[in-house]
């Protein structure tokens, strides 16, 4: 077990990708710490994982409050003695027009994808440093983020800023020996997923998407394994994009048009 006695806390646990992040890094030993506003699944979450023998144990907190953010944080590193690992996988999303867009959305949207992504980070990274732990934090951003995507001004910019922000932090936690990265997932199957996208979404995706289907929440957690085990240690400031080839994608024809 790779992350045996390591502690890890996953924001956004209860369902999704957050709780298959949470699934795979018990299973690599770390103890856990599952935050999510989802009073009733994040305890499920944490109830399941301690009945597959982990050590785990939840935390029923809103990250729109961002006052309650690093006491939070500063809590759970006491409660399991100690903290090497932060993901921040806690975000909601829009789908509008541009036009149709408010300012209110913007507000909504960057208070939980930026704001507290950034006082949980902080918090976490201030820990570390006092007690001299060369942690990793990871953020799981998009491809929103990326490239510009119809209906996704307010996310796909929250992304954006969630990006740089991985980036400036790297810069600046290097010296601590704490590596920033970020996970920018493409379309995956999820029950937000499931409840957004329209049948003429979805084949939009798949037509994008030259793997030609969606990932599944593991893809990811696989993706944020990596990064917060040993083979990462010399990786930081990285985007890893786990969307099928989405990102890196030009012009898709099928081969056989090109003769």
């Known amino acids: 077990m790779p992350l045996r006695g390591k502690r890890a806390i996953v924001t956004g646990a209860a369902a999704g990708i957050g709780r298959a992040i949470a699934e795979r890094l018990a299973r690599m030993g770390a103890a856990l710490t599952l935050i999510d506003r989802a009073h009733e699944a994040v305890e499920g979450a944490a109830e399941a994982l301690r009945a597959r023998g982990a050590h785990a144990r939840a935390v029923v907190l809103d990250m729109a409050?961002?006052?309650?953010?690093?006491?939070?944080?500063r809590e759970s590193a006491r409660a399991m003695g100690g903290l090497e690992i932060l993901v921040n996988n806690a975000g909601i999303a829009a789908?509008?027009?541009?036009?149709?867009?408010?300012v209110a959305d913007f507000e909504r949207i960057y208070r939980i994808n930026v704001l507290a992504l950034f006082a949980a980070s902080r918090a976490a990274a201030a820990w570390m440093v006092e007690h001299r732990v060369p942690g990793r934090i990871v953020n799981i951003a998009?491809?929103?983020?990326?490239?510009?995507?119809?209906?996704?001004?307010?996310?796909?910019?929250?992304?954006?800023?969630?990006?740089?922000?991985?980036?400036?932090?790297?810069?600046?936690?290097?010296?601590?020996?704490?590596t920033v990265n970020a996970v920018a997932p493409g379309p995956i199957e999820t029950d937000l997923v499931r409840a957004m996208h329209s049948e003429r979404t979805r084949a939009g995706w798949i037509r994008e998407v030259p793997m030609?289907?969606?990932?599944?929440?593991?893809?990811?957690?696989?993706?944020v394994a990596y990064l917060v085990g040993d083979g990462a240690r010399y990786v930081t400031g990285h985007v890893l994009c786990v969307d099928?080839?989405?990102?890196?994608?030009g012009l898709l024809i099928p081969v056989g048009d090109l003769r």
């Open 212 to 223: 030609g289907r969606y990932g599944e929440p593991e893809d990811v957690a696989e993706a």
């Open 244 to 249: 099928g080839g989405f990102a890196a994608a």
């Open 142 to 178: 998009s491809v929103a983020g990326l490239r510009g995507s119809t209906g996704r001004a307010a996310y796909g910019s929250s992304k954006a800023a969630v990006i740089n922000l991985t980036q400036v932090a790297a810069q600046e936690l290097a010296p601590y020996g704490i």
């Open 95 to 102: 789908q509008k027009p541009f036009l149709e867009h408010s």
């Open 65 to 73: 409050e961002l006052d309650q953010i690093e006491p939070a944080i």
